[in-house]
């Protein structure tokens, strides 16, 4: 499937716009859309240890299962306040 | 409630959000654009967010602060976009019948949106070159 995903800040600003599309297996987790993004898009490679996930707007944990259509973002360390 | 806005922040509209006759404490909270930083010299600061999630945190935030302690009244606003030196980019304003409550919802709240609320802060330096401030991320 494909999917979605925002970037912001650092993230948006090292791929030059605010969302990619990821190719990933059906029914994939959190972790194994770390693991394409970090192949496709290799300018992002070295934040995605320091990045969480939002899935539907809530953080996500790394066995979150995600299914076509949910909304997605990476989420660098927040500064704001 | 909360609220994102792109224009200057009014603390006296803020305060008015949360007077009541049941307070006998308001508190207000603002965080300022800072000039030095470790040395360094900013000269104006831009701020972006994650619309929806910042708006659901922010808001869950304020409902959990409601919970803990016995408030009359909580307002948060956070600014986006560009801010000059000086300028508040949040404000968060909490009334309670007694100021223990104020102090500590006040303190916890900006303490955990610093944490969890997707708003992202970029630092534009007196040298012409900008960052964006990502806590315990190495630079590249």
Known sequence: ?81 | MIQLTNHPIDPGAVLDQVASHDAGAVLLFLGTTRELTNGRRTVSLDYECYPAMAEKKLTELEAEARTRWPLTGCHVVHRLGHLELGEASIAIAVSSPHRVAAFAAGQWLIDTIKQVVPIWKQENWADGTSEWVHPGMTKP
Do not use: W
Request: hydrophobic fraction near 50%; proline fraction near 7%; glycine fraction near 6%.
């Open chain 1, 1 to 81: 499937m494909k999917l979605s995903v925002k970037l912001f800040a650092v993230a948006r600003q090292r791929v030059g716009r605010d969302q990619i599309d990821v190719e990933l297996p059906e029914a994939a987790t959190v972790r194994e859309l770390r693991g394409a993004i970090a192949e496709q898009f290799p300018p992002l490679a070295d934040v995605l240890a320091h990045v969480r996930f939002a899935v539907n707007n809530d953080y996500a944990a790394e066995s979150t299962a995600l299914v076509p259509g949910c909304e997605v973002a990476l989420i660098p360390p927040v500064s704001g306040g």
